[in-house]
């Protein structure tokens, strides 16, 4: 089983939709949690870090579910710009071990 | 602000070369990764540095990797002998690493540098 589960899609939706990614780890002492976004031949950067709490940056919002080990991305009002690749990272433990998810492809079209 | 600097940015050569990449980290960042991408497996570490010293090589796939960080503003990874398998984007980035754990800040955001696009032929 891999550390770091996605569904790789592709995510095909129109403008404007509402879109929602899952993600799944293994290692339960996992502490820390991210989205990042890939664009097609460039380098990953980071979107945005998900909390216990749950958090939201402006269209995007990130969940954290610790019991069941799984941790979602919204993206609302999805636009042009928003199609790449998102990447769910898991810090496997105190320090610097991120392990990447194969990631999910959206697509958006007009 | 300069990023994560990266060369070469493509690199073709043939089976049984020597191959080095060559990473600048952003100064003041304490921490450098090596990963590789592939579409069959994904974004892979292969070797992390911390304050220059090499602190996680399990991710190296074999003894023809090798990896070393003289000195905090640069690292190079070096494939010998390169083979075709070894085709990949080798991305390195860097960090940041603060000693508490306990705010909630992305202490540890990794940021990376456009990579090397490698072909082995």
């Known amino acids: 089983r891999k550390e770091v589960e996605q569904d790789p899609g592709p995510f095909n939706v129109p403008e404007g939709a509402t879109v929602a990614f899952n993600c799944t780890y293994s290692?339960?002492?996992?502490?820390?949690f991210f989205w990042y976004r890939q664009d097609c031949r460039k380098e990953p950067k980071l979107l945005m870090s998900v909390y216990s709490s749950g958090n939201e940056d402006g269209r995007f919002t990130a969940q954290l579910n610790r019991a069941s080990q799984y941790i979602s991305l919204l993206i609302r009002d999805s636009k042009l710009s928003d199609s790449a690749t998102y990447l769910c990272v898991v810090n496997k433990e105190y320090g610097n071990k991120l392990v990447f998810g194969a990631g999910t492809i959206l697509r958006v079209k007009s | 602000d300069a990023g994560v600097i990266q060369s070469p940015r493509h690199e073709v050569t043939e089976m049984g070369q020597e191959v080095t990449l060559r990473c600048k980290p952003i100064s003041g960042h304490n921490s450098l990764f090596w990963y590789r991408q592939t579409m069959m497996r994904g974004l892979e570490l292969l070797i992390y540095?911390?304050?220059?010293?090499?602190?996680?090589d399990s991710g190296m796939p074999e003894d023809r990797f090798s990896a070393k960080m003289p000195n905090a503003s640069f690292s190079t990874l070096k494939i010998q002998p390169s083979e075709p398998r070894d085709s990949a984007v080798y991305f390195c980035?860097?960090?940041?690493?603060?000693?508490?754990?306990?705010?909630?800040?992305?202490?540890?955001?990794?940021?990376f540098g456009p990579g090397t696009r490698l072909t082995v032929l």
């Open positions: 980035a860097s960090s940041l690493t603060l000693a508490s754990v306990t705010n909630r800040r992305s202490y540890n955001e990794q940021f």
């Open positions: 540095f911390n304050n220059n010293v090499p602190i996680d």
């Open positions: 290692n339960s002492a996992s502490q820390s």
